[in-house]
């Protein structure tokens, strides 16, 4: 069941930007999390970075932007590495990395998106309320400003990090597992302003675990377990051949018939 995208073919604006990840190999002490890996993610596409739990799924978004170091190997986006360039990536960590404890409002999570814009305890601008404003109203979250993160649903948390990674009015976005534990109105929020980023011409990554029918969602995917399975647009890699060797023996994934 394959759907025409009426977004994603033509109007990739910046696509001659992308970030090149070469010969990359990532490790925790002396354990090898991710071996030698090269792959290309292209601006103006959706791309689903998805592996196994302990794929390295993580640990590759995190050696890209330099949050962790890389053993070996280069990332670089335009002809820079992109860990020095960092003000243009909006990153959403997995659910877990974040302390929902923290007793920030809806509102303070947003703005955390603009201090690097306008500078550690420096008073926020209009423009930057008003990209907060307009986040929040994307995601269907403005009347909520005020509330605790931590009184929020799943569902209403990842929307207030995508606001906050929106109002970033960054280029490119990588979210990490974006979809776990959220209601199915939010699933579909996520994907059409994904969908949308993309076809600004942003490089839009969403590392996600769940093989369903949502997959088809993603115009090019990225298959790990340690190392790279398989890249490429989604038909090429939903090869069984490739889900076997990245999920072991009998997983079952959506499969979509030709049309
Ligand atoms: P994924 O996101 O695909 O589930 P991760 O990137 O989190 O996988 O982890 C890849 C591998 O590296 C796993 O075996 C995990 O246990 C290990 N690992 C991840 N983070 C650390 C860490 N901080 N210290 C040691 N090992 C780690
Ligand atoms: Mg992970």
Wanted: hydrophobic fraction near 40%.
């Amino acid at each position: 069941m394959f759907q025409a995208n009426p977004n994603h073919s033509s109007s990739v604006l910046s696509g001659d930007r992308s970030i090149e990840v070469q010969h990359l190999t990532v490790m925790y002490q002396d354990v090898q999390a991710l071996r030698n890996l090269t792959v290309t993610i292209a601006a103006g596409q959706l791309v689903g970075i998805f592996g196994p739990n302990g794929a390295g799924k993580s640990t590759l978004v995190k050696a890209m932007l330099g949050l962790i170091p890389a053993a070996t190997g280069t990332v670089t986006y335009g002809d820079r590495p992109l860990a020095e360039q960092r003000q243009r990536v909006a990153y959403v960590p997995q659910r877990s990395q974040i302390d929902w404890t923290f007793p920030a409002t809806v509102w303070d999570v947003v703005m955390m998106g603009r201090v690097r814009k306008t500078g550690f305890l420096r008073p926020f601008s209009g423009v930057s309320r008003r990209l907060a404003v307009n986040a929040l109203e994307r995601v269907g979250m403005a009347e909520y400003g005020d509330r605790r993160i931590g009184d929020l649903s799943g569902g209403q948390q990842q929307r207030v990090f995508l606001a906050r990674s929106l109002a970033q009015d960054a280029d490119i976005f990588c979210f990490d597992e974006p979809f776990v534990g959220v209601d199915q109105t939010t699933e579909q929020i996520l994907f059409s302003i994904f969908r949308e980023l993309a076809s600004q011409g942003k490089t839009v990554m969403v590392v996600n675990h769940d093989l369903g029918e949502s997959i088809t969602h993603f115009d090019h995917l990225i298959l790990l377990n340690r190392e790279l399975i398989a890249a490429g647009d989604r038909r090429s890699v939903l090869q069984p051949q490739h889900m076997t060797r990245a999920y072991g023996g009998h997983v079952r994934f959506f499969e979509p018939q030709a049309a």
